[in-house]
Antibody, heavy 122, light 107 residues
Framework: QVQLQESGPGLVKPSQTLSLTCTVS??????????WSWVRQHPGKGLEWIGY???????VYNPALKSRLSISVDTSQNQFSLKVNSVTVADTAVYYC??????????????WGQGTPVTVSS | DIQVTQSPSSLSASVGDRVTITCRAS??????LNWYQQKPGKAPKVLIY???NLQSGVPSRFSGSGSGTDFTLTISSLQPEDFGTYYC?????????FGRGTKVEIK
């Protein structure tokens, strides 16, 4: 059973960098076949896709966040990470990591972490 | 970006009722549409992918239909554990986008 677990600071000051890591167990990022993604949910709101990465390090980002985003992967640790620069209160959200499964007609999120709340506040 | 609009935004139904949630895309997305269920304080869980494919382990009372711009999630006989918020998500192109959700309450 694949499991994902987010980790990182729950409080970030405005203008600083938000950094989160997702540790994968029960499956290997290096094996390929899946993308690895971040999704966030603002308080009481819907879901926003942030971006995804493949084992090779190739990435696709949400253009709304692209200028401040970096997603990286460490296959030796079976982890992938998210960095969001120059955060504001608008980046306050629950951040989820998720595995992206592909099929003939596209992709879907089949495994998710439990989510980690991040608050941007001075 | 492709917008996906869900309706209704909330509903209340009784156990055993047939429940239908709709999702409309701002342009044709073929069958690139997934449905998720989220319970309070939990991560979303995929129910349906590619418009009508039931994810393994999901009860057969859940079904999806539609293609192009109009899609439907149906719960054939609502059960007490089906409360939560349901989201559609398009993966026709990036940025992948979600609907705003439909909150389902049990009467």
């Amino acid at each position: 059973q694949v499991q994902l677990q987010e980790s990182g600071p729950g409080l970030v000051k405005p203008s600083q960098t938000l950094s989160l890591t997702c540790t994968v167990s029960g499956g290997s990022i290096a094996s390929g076949g899946y993308y690895w993604s971040w999704v966030r949910q603002h308080p009481g709101k819907g879901l926003e896709w942030i971006g995804y990465i493949y084992r090779s390090g190739s990435t696709v980002y949400n253009p709304a966040l692209k200028s401040r985003l970096s997603i990286s992967v460490d296959t030796s640790q079976n982890q992938f990470s998210l960095k969001v620069n120059s955060v504001t209160v608008a980046d306050t959200a629950v951040y989820y990591c998720a595995r992206v499964n592909g099929y003939d007609l596209g992709y879907y999120f089949d495994y998710w972490g439990q989510g980690t709340p991040v608050t941007v506040s001075s | 970006d492709i917008q996906v609009t869900q309706s209704p935004s909330s509903l209340s139904a009784s156990v055993g009722d047939r429940v239908t949630i709709t999702c409309r895309a701002s342009q044709s997305i073929s069958s690139y549409l997934n449905w998720y269920q989220q319970k309070p304080g939990k991560a979303p869980k995929v129910l349906i992918y590619a418009a009508f494919n039931l994810q393994s382990g999901v009860p057969s009372r859940f079904s999806g239909s539609g293609s192009g711009t109009d899609f439907t999630l149906t719960i054939s006989s609502l059960q007490p554990e089906d409360f939560g918020t349901y989201y559609c998500q398009q993966n026709y192109n990036t940025p992948w986008t979600f609907g705003r959700g439909t909150k389902v309450e049990i009467k």
